[in-house]
């Protein structure tokens, strides 16, 4: 079936240091990848997402780029805040196959420090 | 605004006593699911609904009960909870499952079974 494997965490940076969070999938077929975000206490948003092969989603400075060569989705942001401080989730949508649900990775914990 | 809303938000109850989970959604979305959250696990799929009156298993669908009547509600039921239902749980909607349409998420229910 489908999966996602995401970096473990937790991940701790300095303020304006540069983010790499991996993440690579086992899919049948051609799956949509998408980053949740989860701030303390909060329900998962959509920060970004990609629907094919070479698409890049990208929002509030964090992007990722679909590779099915390598069949990862890595998600990276040039400098972080504090804000950014959350559980970041790399997910993929298998379509009808998968129950037309999100498979999630474990998620990935990052804290940013002033 | 465009919303899912859950309630409770925190509920404390005992082993066996029955038990509902609401979950409304104000998009006219067609696609509904529920989540469950655990450490180490990421979120797993408990049940889902493609539209009213169609709705089918997840991933880890034992010891809980949905309903979709009508198109903004799912409600999961838990009608013997255990301790190992102890979790949180989110609700997620979409405007459609077959595609990678957004998932908009709860803002969770942390449940405690004793």
């Known amino acids: 079936g489908d999966s996602v494997t995401q970096m473990e965490g937790p991940v701790t940076l300095s303020e304006e240091a540069f983010l790499t969070i991996n993440c690579t999938y086992t899919a049948t077929g051609y799956p949509s990848l998408f980053w949740y975000v989860q701030y303390p206490g909060e329900g998962l948003q959509l920060l970004l997402k990609a629907t094919k092969a070479d698409d890049k989603g990208s929002n509030k400075g964090f992007e990722a780029t679909y590779r099915k060569e390598t069949t990862s989705f890595h998600l990276e942001k040039g400098s972080v805040q504090v804000s950014d401080s959350a559980v970041y989730f790399c997910?993929?949508?298998?379509?009808?196959?998968?129950?037309?649900?999100?498979?999630f990775g474990k998620g990935t914990l990052l804290t940013v420090n002033p | 605004e465009a919303q899912v809303t859950q309630n409770p938000r925190y509920l404390i109850t005992v082993t066996g006593k029955k038990l509902t989970v609401t979950c409304s959604q104000n998009?006219?979305?067609?696609?509904m699911s529920w989540y469950r959250q655990d450490p180490g696990l990421g979120l797993r799929q408990i049940y889902y609904s493609m539209n009213v009156e169609v709705t089918d298993k997840g991933d880890v669908p034992e010891g809980y009960k949905v309903s979709r009547k009508e198109k903004r509600n799912f409600p999961l039921i838990l009608e013997s909870p255990s301790p190992n239902q102890t979790s949180l749980y989110f609700c997620?909607?979409?405007?459609?499952?077959?595609?990678?349409?957004?998932?908009?998420f709860g803002p969770g229910t942390r449940l405690t079974v004793t």
């Open positions: 997620a909607s979409s405007l459609s499952g077959t595609s990678a349409y957004e998932q908009y």
């Open positions: 997910a993929l949508h298998g379509g009808g196959g998968s129950n037309y649900k999100l498979t």
């Open positions: 998009m006219n979305h067609e696609y």
